[in-house]
Structures are given as structure tokens and as C-alpha cells.
């Protein structure tokens, strides 16, 4: 499974963790966080933060919790929609508005309520979804609240914010 992911270039993990606004102690979840490249990018950039993540692919999940040494760190294995993660109480979320397109409407209804709850959200979508559309395309298909901002347009990756009805400035 680690070879489905490339490593994230540098800057982009540095403008994720600016734009994030991320503290000390600070929890960062990756809703389909499959090997946890992306987080351990992350932890690796601020070791003052939390990282967990779900995803329904069993392998990528003990990839992603077995190559992160820190007690602080959570990984689930299920659905997003089950919701275990939320107990875990994160400041900042990262998914992609794919996975909501992907389920039921009345199940992605309640997910979007979950997320509403979290005060930063980091969206973001690969290539594969971006095909003719931009994120704040997809956002809209989505029924996700306007991106507050894009953060950075790369090759094979868009990543955009919005801020929940709980972000203190």
C-alpha cells in the first residue's frame, strides 16, 4: 500500500501546517488517511501536534499507526460515517469531498453535520477527482460551505480550507 502515495512535497506540508493555524497540542485528523503519509508529514513538520486517522483499508491502517512512534497518535480502521473518531475531539480535520460523494446522501448528511463541528477543515482532492473541475467545484457538488481560501494548486493535487462554525480567529 506505501507505494500508492509519493512523499507530499515540503512546501505544501509547511502552507497545510500555516494555513491550519496548528498549536501545541493541537489534534489533526485525515478522514481516508489510507498509509498516513500525509500525517506523519505533518508530525514530522510540528512534533507538538496530535495525528490520527481512518480509513476503511486495514493495511494502510497498520501501515499508517505502525510507522508512527507516538503515544499521542490514534488510528481507527472503519468507515468514516461510524464515527469513533469523533471522541477524539479533533481541531483540524483533512478529508476529501470525494468520500462524500461516494456515500448515501442521508449518511453523508450526517457527516457533514460532524464536520460542521470542527473548527478548521482541509480539503483536499488528487487528480482523479479533479478531472475537469476545480475544488471548489467539487466542494459545491459535495454541499460543503465555500472554501474560505485555496491554499495551493499543484500538479495532481488542489488543497483548500474552510472554517467551522467553532474557528476562533
Not at 71 to 88: A, D, M, N, P, Y
Not at 117 to 131: A, C, F, G, H, K
Not at 152 to 168: F, L, Q, S, T
Request: charged share 25%.
Amino acid at each position: 500500500y506505501r507505494r500508492f502515495r509519493l512523499a507530499y512535497p515540503d512546501r505544501l506540508i509547511a502552507r497545510v501546517a500555516k494555513l491550519a493555524g496548528l498549536h501545541k497540542g493541537d489534534s489533526v485528523l485525515d478522514l481516508g488517511c489510507g498509509n498516513g503519509r500525509l500525517l506523519r508529514q505533518l508530525k514530522s513538520a510540528r512534533p507538538d501536534i496530535r495525528i490520527g486517522g481512518v480509513d476503511i483499508n486495514h493495511d494502510a491502517i497498520i501501515d499508517a499507526s505502525g510507522s508512527v512512534m507516538d503515544l499521542t497518535s490514534k488510528f481507527w480502521h472503519e468507515h468514516i460515517e461510524v464515527g469513533s473518531w469523533r471522541q477524539w475531539l479533533p481541531t483540524v480535520v483533512l478529508y476529501t469531498p470525494g468520500r462524500l460523494l461516494e456515500m448515501d446522501s442521508t449518511v453523508a448528511d450526517k457527516v457533514r453535520l460532524w464536520l460542521s463541528e470542527i473548527p478548521i477543515q482541509i480539503v483536499y482532492s488528487y487528480e482523479d477527482w479533479l478531472s475537469g473541475t476545480t475544488l471548489s467545484e467539487l466542494c459545491g457538488r459535495a454541499q460543503l460551505p465555500v472554501l474560505s481560501e485555496s491554499l495551493v494548486k499543484m500538479p495532481g493535487i488542489e488543497v483548500g480550507v474552510i472554517y467551522g462554525a467553532n474557528y476562533e480567529h
